[in-house]
């Protein structure tokens, strides 16, 4: 098939030019300006014809954008006639089409050339959004030259005689139903392929994750240590914390609500040390230093606090976020507090309050052409999560980051070129070596986990998902919640009511507890303290549970 939706040919016949016009007349009516689509009662082509040649089109009763013009010039001789003809598209389609595919390619190839170039999205994916007009345009090819095929035919039957309305008719109906068969046919085929890459079936594609067989603690052979977690204390009397965090030893609980104040809680005795409060903003998140001595607090007036525990001093205050602060953790060695919000990291000095740096650190994203300047204000760093070891997991340019906060070096997350990620949650380890994600890629939830050193994934597994009933006609997905990691586990609350354990190096399901399910898990680095919010905070009912295993 030509690309071009241009035709050109020439029909040689013995008979002179007069009956060559009066054969041409028989089967061409007049232009009409309106015309009874339900008529069949008409010539197959209307135009005009004189001595010199003919401008006609066919008379047809289905859309069709992409019908030919079609010309013809008489050259009369002593022994034959030719008629030569071309078709090709009306002028207006024609300006169309090159002012479209003018437009499109002229603002979006040179913004995907160097989002490729960046790392911004794949070259599969930019090949797709840039070949698609092509593809268009091959459809409506096909009708094209499906009409010019069949007006060629028919032409050369009217000159030589052989033309009759009522087959032409006939032929064009089969030659129709032809054609509504293959084109059918081919969008059959685009659905089912779209569906099989959809559903990841496609096993050069993907390789299928085998779900996990879920074993309580009482069906496993191995019983784990963490089969022997118990609720040591259920801490009442706050029913507004929004957060918690845990000293490394275990020793210490601090929690934060919408009251503005921060509550110390002993987990040798389950008591109540001592109270702080601050003087504004909700509290969103906390963390505590290594010695654990110091609290800081991030709330929703943007600032972030560091609070002496020993004393009854006021908090010192750090200003910079613009917006609300979504995360603090102080490094292991008790120099830098590291905070994050939606859109930014931020970088501390510990005991100076000094910003140290901001992130990201990027230049303005601006494309011009011309006179046309084109700015991309999409949010593409999006934090996900900070470590004590000074590592961010960040959300970055259409790819998962590990961001080192100190060396600046960005090590991208290795994911298969057609996974589109919705993160429940995502930790790096104590240890700064491994990252471990839960993730919703439809229709599937997934635990993921990666070697930070090469940004490899190491292994996979797929956890259950089950829904449940919200109103009428509703349904809520239930899976992962939250996780947390000590120096070898992972360790995550579901919605449907159980505690998981698996191992960090392999992924292997080790243990289910049920267990109320916990927002804000926080774990002491040994593992053997874990506590987390139970209850929902709009109603004001939340309460604390903390764990114990020998």
Known sequence: MKFLPYEKFTISTQEPLSQVIEKLETNIEAPKVFRWVFSRNHAPYAGTISDSGFKIYRIIHYRNSFLPVIRGKFEPSSDETLIHITMRLHPFIMSFLIFWFSIFY??????????????NILIFEALLFLGFPLVVL????CAFWYEANRSREELIEIIEGKYFKQKTVNKTYNKKSKYGVWLRGLLILVVIGNIIAYLGLFPLVQQESQPLVLESCSQLSNQSPYCKLAVAYTLEGYPTEADIAISSEGNILVSGGEDKAIKIWDLQTGKLKKTLQSDSGVINTLAISPDGKTIVSGSGDRMIRIWNI????????LKGHSQNISQVEVSLDGKTIMSRDYEEIK???FETGELKATLPNLPSREFKMGALVIEDNTSYFNPLTLSSKGTALVKFKNKIVAWNLTTNEQIPLEKK???NLDIYSGRISLDGKTVVMTSYSQPKNYLKIWDLKTGKL??????????IQNGLSSYVQRGLYDIVLTRDRIIGSTKDEELKVWNLETAELEAILEQEQMNHLVVSSDGKVIAGITGNLYDKNTKIKVLKRP
Do not use: H
């Open 347 to 349: 970088v501390w000095d």
């Open 106 to 119: 002229s603002l979006s190839l040179a913004v995907f050339l160097s989002e490729i170039l960046s790392g």
């Open 458 to 467: 190491k292994t996979e597994q797929q956890f259950s998902t089950s829904y």
């Open 417 to 419: 070129w057609f996974e």
């Open 310 to 317: 020993t004393s009854n001093q006021p908090p010192r205050m």
């Open 138 to 141: 091959f459809i409506f090819g």
